[in-house]
């Protein structure tokens, strides 16, 4: 596998970008603030499930040997994901509150600060854990393309991530008010 460089990562950031502001846009248009304001557990519960199974897809596949081996431990496929779960939600339920309260959009604003949310552990990645030196395929990127794309990435995450919650909590609406139904012959559960 040909390594990656800082200009595959600009470019990269500059076409997640584009995609973010059409995805971002649906989403604000979709889903009014007075939904988004009832989505906190919906985006709490999709937001533990999906990072986990994200984190289990980076150190379970082809990736572990690619890149994390150089800076997790072994037993760390194991802790990573229920933590990072964890951790993700708890970050997803703290980016709802803040977004429903800034001025401006929430839905806009939950996915910036889902992106802004990227900083911290990438920050770690680089200069903590010194991941663009350990991993031989990232050593031709530079910190600043690896930052600018992180957040444009997880704003494209956490927008899935708020469009699950949003489907999941109509969903659940509907099934509170009908039910499942049988045919006319059978008994109806309500």
Known sequence: MKPATSELYWLSALVTALV???????????????????????????????????????????TWELAYQYVFPTWGRWVIPPSFAILFSAAGLGAWWLAARLPGNPVVNFCWLGGLLSLPGHLRAIYGMRMLDKVPILQGVSPASALVFGVFELILYWGLILAAAALLQRGWEWWSQHGFRFSSRHAHVA
């Open 20 to 62: 973010d502001v059409g995805w971002v846009w649906l989403l604000a248009w979709r889903i009014s603030p007075a939904r988004f304001r009832q989505l906190a557990w919906a985006v709490t519960g999709v937001a533990a499930l999906f990072w986990g199974l994200v984190w289990v897809t980076m150190l379970w596949s082809y």
